[in-house]
Antibody, heavy 120, light 110 residues
């Protein structure tokens, strides 16, 4: 069965960096696009980023463009999100999710999420 | 404020039907047949129950159905069961590799 397990969340000061990981299993990771989506109590779900199956194309929400970088290692079945210049408004539970083809469909399977708290 | 508008709450008795709306614009819901609905129980990950407006993934009961008219999509849950009590979120492709979500609807089975 499809499994996605996020890790790397925690408490970080504003302006600092954090890297999230997502370990995938139960499917052929290298042929699927992957998403990061975040959830805050006040603003609900927000799409963050997408990476194509081969890592050659990456897309970001305007709110994180220039600060966050999505990447993947298909040899390790792992997805990453490098988050720099973190702000209080980046505080959220971050989910990785699989992106079936065509990618316009959006995420299908989601992980359990990892909490990121940006606070001094 | 979320990009797609959903009612904050809905409620209905077991065995009855309930419909949750999701209103966007011609740039998202109205422009593409890529509307999804997710069910989320407290402390759990979202689960896909409808994709591409009206398609049910394998394993999702046929009590769940989706539709769209213009800029508004809808999720209908028929024959409500206690386990259907959850938060429901809509999502739509918004073009140029961007996706938008609704603010969520808390469904209560009375």
């Amino acid at each position: 069965q499809v499994q996605l397990v996020e890790s790397g969340g925690g408490v970080v000061q504003p302006g600092r960096s954090l890297r999230l990981s997502c370990a995938a299993s139960g499917f052929t990771f290298s042929i699927y696009a992957m998403h990061w989506v975040r959830q805050t109590p006040g603003k609900g779900l927000e799409w963050v980023a997408l990476i194509r199956y081969d890592g050659m194309k990456k897309y970001y929400a305007d709110s994180v463009k220039g600060r966050f970088t999505i990447s993947r290692d298909n040899s390790k079945n792992t997805l990453y999100l490098e988050m720099n210049s973190l702000r209080a408004e980046d505080t959220a539970v971050y989910y990785c999710a699989r992106g079936p083809a065509p990618t316009e469909i959006g995420p299908d399977y989601w992980g359990q999420g990892t909490l990121v708290t940006v606070s001094s | 404020q979320s990009a797609l508008t959903q009612p904050p709450s809905a409620s209905e008795s077991p065995g009855q039907s309930v419909t949750i709306s999701c209103t966007g614009t011609s740039s998202d819901v109205g422009g593409f047949d890529y509307v999804s609905w997710y069910q989320q129980h407290p402390g759990k990950a979202p689960k896909l129950v409808i994709c591409e407006v009206n398609k049910r993934p394998s394993g999702v009961p046929d009590r769940f159905s989706g539709s769209k008219s213009g800029n508004t999509a809808s999720l209908t849950v028929s024959g409500l069961q206690a386990e259907d009590e959850a938060d429901y979120y809509c999502s739509s492709y918004a073009g140029r590799n961007n996706w938008v979500f609704g603010g969520g609807t808390k469904l209560t089975v009375l």
